[in-house]
């Protein structure tokens, strides 16, 4: 089965700060993983990986992959109180196209 | 692009009766439809998977019976909430995957906010 596993599960910090949140999987014929920021509603789209080593990159937000280790990380850099929700990743394995979410990070950016 | 309309927004019911959700993909064919589940402060949990034209696949746990998923076409996918009780109240998501979706990693609906009193 399936599993991704997401650290920390919350944290605040203060506008300015850099956060870094972890995800590890453990998936049967790895596709891709993404990640997702969820505020209020449904999640909104903010990356896919696919190939280890090259990172992506987004304004203040950047993600990257290690396919031999099994995690990814997702940076965000001089964050904003707007950063404030919960980062979901997810991973397309095997079967059927279907994504396995993990237990989210909730972030709080203070002011 | 890659935009999917999920109504309603949200909707109380009374225990008993029976609820209908949908998901449209607005600008392209959606040949696969996510539904999953979110209760308060947790991550979403797949309910099942529909591909157009066929049975949708439920997982370990979701009553078939009890949440009715149709992907009659290639746009639009229904979840019904049969015989709806308090505890089935929680936020729906369906998510669409088709050609030209590849690039955008799945699309949401917006979710619909289920609660029955």
């Known amino acids: 089965e399936d599993k991704v596993v997401q650290s920390p599960l919350s944290l605040v910090v203060h506008e300015g700060d850099t956060v870094t949140l972890n995800c590890s999987y453990e998936?049967?014929?790895?596709?891709?993983l993404l990640w997702y920021k969820q505020e209020k509603k449904a999640p909104t789209f903010l990356f896919m990986l696919t190939s280890s080593g090259i990172e992506k990159k987004s304004g203040r937000l950047s993600s990257i992959l290690d396919k031999k280790e099994l995690f990814s990380i997702l940076n965000i850099t001089a964050t904003q109180t707007g950063d404030s929700a919960v980062y979901l990743c997810a991973v397309h394995g095997a079967a059927g196209n279907k994504l396995t979410f993990g237990g989210g990070t909730r972030v709080l950016v203070k002011p | 692009g890659a935009v999917v309309s999920q109504h309603p927004s949200w909707v109380i019911c009374k225990s008993g009766t029976s609820v209908k959700i949908e998901c449209r993909s607005l600008?392209?064919?959606?040949?696969?439809m996510f539904w999953y589940r979110q209760f308060p402060k947790q991550s979403l949990m797949l309910m099942a998977t529909s591909n157009e034209g066929s049975k949708a696949t439920y997982e370990q746990g979701v009553e078939k019976d009890k949440f009715l998923i149709n992907h009659a076409s290639l746009t639009l996918s229904t979840l019904t909430v049969t015989s709806a009780h308090p505890e089935d109240s929680s936020f729906y998501i369906c998510s669409a995957w088709g050609s030209g979706t590849e690039v955008y990693g799945y699309t949401f609906g917006s979710g619909t906010r289920l609660t029955v009193v």
């Open positions: 998936v049967t014929n790895f596709r891709s």
């Open positions: 600008d392209f064919q959606a040949t696969t």
